[in-house]
């Protein structure tokens, strides 16, 4: 879609809350182009681990965030963050990444970095934009804010399956571990601890099919609609 001034629905929550999911078939019935903000520190986490960077010396990560090498291409509607000329897709969901990462995303000076990055997305038009804070720090004036949250144990019951699907081998026990230590370090850390944005709508998916949650992301579509009118090729929730 066309639209003269880029509309932004930011999405935020917990993990295995349904963010990803969510924000990328929101992102594909409007014709906007997706951001997985994850998958920037990821990418940071992959490139720290390829350059055997201790993730845990923050300032170690801090230094080698200042100084890559990296740019934005928007792929199919879909942004990522390349290093050099090359995209890591695949390699940031690795297991070592996945173990990496939230060292890596509790450094203030990569949140710092990963925030002006973040915004630059704007040059490929409306966004909608997933992450931990992108109502409260990268667009606190988004156009809509969404806090997805469900409850500890459907949560865990989720990333256990995803795993499960990827051959993971590892008990629901301790992904419900990983989870809570998870949790605690996202909404404990200094810099932009994870929080519902004044003005979010918050729905808790707890139960609910995806489908259902769909359906609630588009009546909050709907809402801004009156204000942002889209395209009459655009979806009509």
């Known amino acids: 879609m066309k639209t003269q001034t880029p509309i932004v629905i930011a999405i935020d929550g917990t993990s295995a809350s349904g963010k990803s999911t969510n924000a990328k078939l929101v992102a594909k019935a409007l014709g906007f182009v997706h951001v997985d903000t994850g998958a920037m520190y990821r990418t940071l986490a992959w490139y720290c681990l390829e350059r055997r960077v201790n993730v845990e010396d923050a300032r170690a990560v801090a230094a080698l965030c200042r100084r890559w090498k990296t740019s934005l291409k928007c792929v199919d509607g879909h942004v990522h963050l390349l290093v050099g000329n090359y995209d890591p897709a695949k390699e ?23 925030k002006k990055k973040q915004r630059e997305c704007i040059q490929f038009g409306s966004l909608v934009m997933e992450g931990r804070d992108i109502g409260t720090v990268v667009f606190p004036d988004a156009d809509l804010k969404v806090f997805l949250t469900a409850s500890a144990d459907e949560r865990a019951r989720r990333r256990h399956g995803d795993l499960h699907e990827r051959a993971v081998d590892t008990s629901l026990e301790e992904v419900r571990e990983q989870q809570r230590q998870r949790d605690l370090q996202d909404t404990s850390r200094a810099e932009s601890p994870l929080q519902v ?9 707890t139960g609910l099919t995806l489908d259902e949650v769909v359906e609630r992301l588009f009546e909050e579509v709907a809402r801004i609609r009156r204000f942002y009118p889209l395209d009459s090729t655009d979806r009509n929730p």
């Open 92 to 114: 940031i969901r690795s297991a070592e990444v996945s173990a990496a990462v939230s060292h890596v995303a509790t450094v203030p000076k990569v949140r710092e970095w990963m």
């Open 197 to 205: 944005a004044r003005g979010s709508v918050v729905v808790d998916t």
